[in-house]
C-alpha cells in the first residue's frame, strides 16, 4: 500500500529553521515527483516545492530563496529544508505523489512559527 508519512514540524520562532521529511513505503520512491503543500487555517492547500524524479526543483514565490527540497532515494524520503521562517509560514505541510490517475497525500506536520 502506497504510504506518505511527515515529520519534522513544531514550534519555532521566526528566523529559525525546520528541516521536514516526507518518507513513502509502499512504493519506488525515485521513480515518482513529489511535492510539499500547505496549509494555514482558513486557507487553501498551495504547493510550496516540489521536486522531480529526476532531482529537478520548483519553488512558490514565498518559498524562493528560503526553502529546498531535496530528496534521499536511498532512504526513500523527501526533505524540505526551511529557513529564515516567518509567521506566514505557520501551516500544516503535506507531501504528495501522483501514480495514475491518483494522489496520494499524507496526513500532514504542523509548523508553527511564533515568538
Known amino acids: 500500500q502506497l504510504q506518505l508519512v511527515e515529520s519534522g514540524g513544531g514550534l519555532v520562532q521566526p528566523g529559525g529553521s525546520l528541516r521536514l521529511s516526507c518518507t513513502a513505503s509502499?512504493?519506488?520512491?525515485?521513480?515518482?515527483?513529489i511535492g510539499w503543500f500547505r496549509q494555514a487555517p482558513g486557507k487553501q492547500r498551495e504547493l510550496v516545492a516540489a521536486i522531480t524524479m529526476l532531482g529537478s526543483t520548483s519553488y512558490a514565490d514565498s518559498a524562493k530563496g528560503r526553502f529546498t527540497i531535496s530528496r534521499d532515494n536511498a532512504k526513500s524520503t523527501v526533505y524540505l529544508q526551511m529557513n529564515s521562517l516567518k509567521p506566514e509560514d505557520t501551516a500544516v505541510y503535506y507531501c504528495?505523489?501522483?501514480?495514475?490517475?491518483?494522489?496520494?497525500w499524507g496526513k500532514g506536520t504542523l509548523v508553527t512559527v511564533s515568538s
Open positions: 509502499g512504493f519506488t520512491l525515485e521513480n515518482y515527483a
Open positions: 504528495r505523489t501522483t501514480r495514475g490517475n491518483m494522489d496520494y
